[in-house]
T-cell receptor, first 110, second 114 residues
Framework: AQSVTQPDIHITVSEGASLELRCNYS??????LFWYVQSPGQGLQLLLK??????LVQGIKGFEAEFKRSQSSFNLRKPSVHWSDAAEYFC????????FGAGTRLTVKP | DTGVSQDPRHKITKRGQNVTFRCDPI?????LYWYRQTLGQGPEFLTY????????KSRLLSDRFSAERPKGSFSTLEIQRTEQGDSAMYLC????????????FGPGTRLTVL
C-alpha cells in the first residue's frame, strides 16, 4: 500500500536561513507527489506538484522540491525562510486517493 | 469567492447527536473528496464522488458515517450518534476530472463532541 513518511515532526529555523523538509514515499509505480501548506485555521494550500518530467519542480512562495526515485524522496526546500512561512507542511501521494504524511510543523525564529 | 466552501466552520454537539456538514466545491470540478484531520496528523481520506456517483466509501470510518452528493454539485457528510472520538476537523476538497490532479481544499469544519 502506498504511504508517506515525514520524519521530522517539528523544525525550527532562523529567518533568512535555508530550509529542507523531508518526505519519503512507498509506492510501486511512479507516484504523483504534492506538497501542501496549512496555516492555523486555514485550509490546505498547494505549494507544488510532481507528475513527470523534470525532477526539480518549482512552486509558489519560493519553494522547490526534488523528486529522487532512487531514494523514494520528494524533499521540499527554500533558500531563505521568511517569518510568514511558519506553518504545517504536508507531503502527499495520489493514486486514486490522496495519502498524506503526518506533517512537519515549521517554526521560524526572528 | 470561487474556492471550496464548507458550512458550518465550527460545530459543537453532544454525544449521541447527529451532525451534517455541507461542502460546496469549485463549480467546474466534478470530483469531490472528504477527509478527516485529527490533531497532529495529516488529512485521512474518507470518501469521494465523481459527479453524483460515490466511487469509494470503504474508507468511511464506520457505518455511522455517510455522504451524499445528490445532484453532483454540493455534498453533505453526516455522522450519526456522534462519539467523542469523532471530534476532528472535516475537510472537503474538489478537483477536475483527471484522477491525479491536485485537490483544492476548503477551510474545514471543526467538530467538537462533548
Amino acid at each position: 500500500a502506498q504511504s508517506v513518511t515525514q520524519p521530522d515532526i517539528h523544525i525550527t529555523v532562523s529567518e533568512g536561513a535555508s530550509l529542507e523538509l523531508r518526505c519519503n514515499y512507498s509506492y510501486g509505480a511512479t507516484p504523483y507527489l504534492f506538497w501542501y501548506v496549512q496555516s492555523p485555521g486555514q485550509g490546505l494550500q498547494l505549494l507544488l506538484k510532481y507528475f513527470s518530467g523534470d525532477t526539480l519542480v518549482q512552486g509558489i512562495k519560493g519553494f522547490e522540491a526534488e523528486f529522487k526515485r532512487s531514494q523514494s524522496s520528494f524533499n521540499l526546500r527554500k533558500p531563505s525562510v521568511h517569518w510568514s512561512d511558519a506553518a504545517e507542511y504536508f507531503c502527499a501521494v495520489n493514486n486514486n486517493d490522496m495519502r498524506f504524511g503526518a506533517g512537519t510543523r515549521l517554526t521560524v525564529k526572528p | 469567492d470561487t474556492g471550496v466552501s464548507q458550512d458550518p466552520r465550527h460545530k459543537i454537539t453532544k454525544r449521541g447527536q447527529n451532525v451534517t456538514f455541507r461542502c460546496d466545491p469549485i463549480s467546474e470540478h466534478n470530483r469531490l473528496y472528504w477527509y478527516r484531520q485529527t490533531l497532529g496528523q495529516g488529512p485521512e481520506f474518507l470518501t469521494y464522488f465523481q459527479n453524483e456517483a460515490q466511487l469509494e466509501k470503504s474508507r468511511l470510518l464506520s457505518d455511522r458515517f455517510s455522504a451524499e452528493r445528490p445532484k453532483g454539485s454540493f455534498s453533505t457528510l453526516e455522522i450519526q450518534r456522534t462519539e467523542q472520538g469523532d471530534s476532528a476537523m472535516y475537510l472537503c476538497a474538489s478537483s477536475p476530472g483527471r484522477t491525479y490532479n491536485e485537490q483544492f481544499f476548503g477551510p474545514g469544519t471543526r467538530l467538537t463532541v462533548l
